[in-house]
Nanobody, 121 residues
Framework: QLQASGGGLVQAGGSLRLSCAAS????????LGWFRQAPGKGREFVAVLNRNGFSVTYGDSVIGRFTISRDNDKNMVYLQMSSLKPEDTAVYYC????????????????WGQGTLVTVSS
């Protein structure tokens, strides 16, 4: 089970950190990703971090602004977001998969419920 939190309203240029708590499984066995879905749009890849935290991939629109990290001791994954833009407004989802280190939505088995981030201009 994945539980995302930390969303809210922030002004453009600001920062926000999302958290995702995992339970029920061996957390360190899973690759962890963040995706987002803006109003009226499809779900978009944001970032993925592999099991040991040594490999990471970011979506083109967030490179240099967002950082994904994980704490396997606490069963947590984080998304630090900086220099936020109005176009970052979306519901953000954390996801996990044991097999694939991927930016493909279809590769992920487990999903959190989402947390809303709203960036005002």
């Amino acid at each position: 089970q994945l539980q995302a939190s930390g969303g809210g309203l922030v002004q453009a240029g600001g920062s926000l950190r999302l958290s995702c708590a995992a339970s029920g499984r061996t957390f360190s066995d899973y690759h962890l990703g963040w995706f987002r879905q803006a109003p009226g749009k499809g779900r978009e890849f944001v970032a993925v971090l592999n099991r040991n935290g040594f490999s990471v991939t970011y979506g083109d629109s967030v490179i240099g602004r967002f950082t994904i990290s994980r704490d396997n001791d606490k069963n947590m994954v984080y998304l630090q977001m900086s220099s936020l833009k109005p176009e970052d407004t979306a519901v953000y989802y954390c996801a996990a998969d044991q097999r694939y280190f991927s930016r493909d939505i279809a590769s992920y088995t487990y999903w959190g419920q989402g947390t809303l981030v709203t960036v005002s201009s």
